[in-house]
């Protein structure tokens, strides 16, 4: 498996996995990967992208979560999705963000941006894009795609809200992870969390996420949403040969 470091347009530096064995002796192709966070209340995790072939995916919905996108969607935690990724020959190559992409009003005058672009190479029978973010201000909530085939030239995809269903969602800053506090700019006593509740469990089947309800400390009007919640442009920008 050979590493490379990828430019991330006004975010630095990103780590990229790259690995042949889900490669055939065909020319590669080179992506560039824009994704812009559509919300005005939700900030999301770096993003975390990966090319791969047919066997390989990240959530479908009506399906239990994996062990990797519960992490994600509950803890914003990438390491264990990155840990599978890197040891699945399917997997062609890697590229995650190195920063959250926030709602393009700034609520929380964070200085970050609301948009990220990426490359990220496929090669063989390695045609297809996936992608996760966490939608921070959730207890369990996630963006993404699954396994969509990249383009001839270029195109677009939109990305609803998913909710893992592996943690109830009771909208209280003890429950949720502490950044959401200061990305948004509504904060309360309670720190947060980044270990998830045993007590909270539910039945972890990934559906469409309903919103936010209010009630407790989470206000519709500042970390509410509809769909879609992020854009995706994909475009083939050149080949290669090994």
């Not at 559509?38 to 990240?58: D, E, M, S, V, Y």
């Not at 062990?67 to 590229?95: F, K, Y």
């Not at 699954?146 to 269903?165: E, I």
């Amino acid at each position: 498996m050979k590493s490379k470091l990828i430019a991330v347009a006004a975010l630095g530096l990103t780590l990229t996995l790259l690995m042949p064995e889900a490669a055939r002796s065909d020319g590669g192709k080179i992506y560039k990967v824009t994704i812009t966070n559509l919300t005005a209340g939700q900030p999301l995790t770096p993003p975390i992208l990966a090319t791969h072939t047919t066997r390989t995916g990240f959530f479908t919905v009506g399906e239990p979560a994996s062990e990797a996108i519960r992490q994600i969607a509950e803890n914003g935690n990438g390491a264990v999705l990155l840990q599978a990724l890197g040891a699945d020959t399917q997997v062609h190559e890697v590229v995650t963000g190195a920063a959250p992409l926030v709602p393009a009003n700034n609520p929380g005058n964070t200085g970050f941006e609301s948009s990220a672009t990426f490359t990220i190479t496929a090669q063989g029978r390695a045609r297809y894009l996936s992608y996760a973010s966490m939608l921070i201000c959730t207890n369990d909530g996630f963006t993404g795609l699954d396994s969509v085939r990249l383009p001839k030239h270029k195109t677009t995809f939109y990305a609803a809200g998913y909710d893992a269903r592996t943690e109830a969602n009771t909208e209280d800053f003890a429950d949720i992870v502490p950044p959401c506090q200061g990305l948004i700019g509504v904060s309360s006593d309670d720190a947060g969390t980044g270990m998830s509740n045993p007590l909270l469990a539910e039945d972890g089947i990934v559906i469409p996420h309903a919103g936010i309800n209010g009630g407790s400390d989470l206000l519709p009007k500042a970390h509410g949403w509809s769909d879609p919640v992020a854009k995706i442009e994909i475009e083939r920008i050149r080949d290669y040969d090994d």
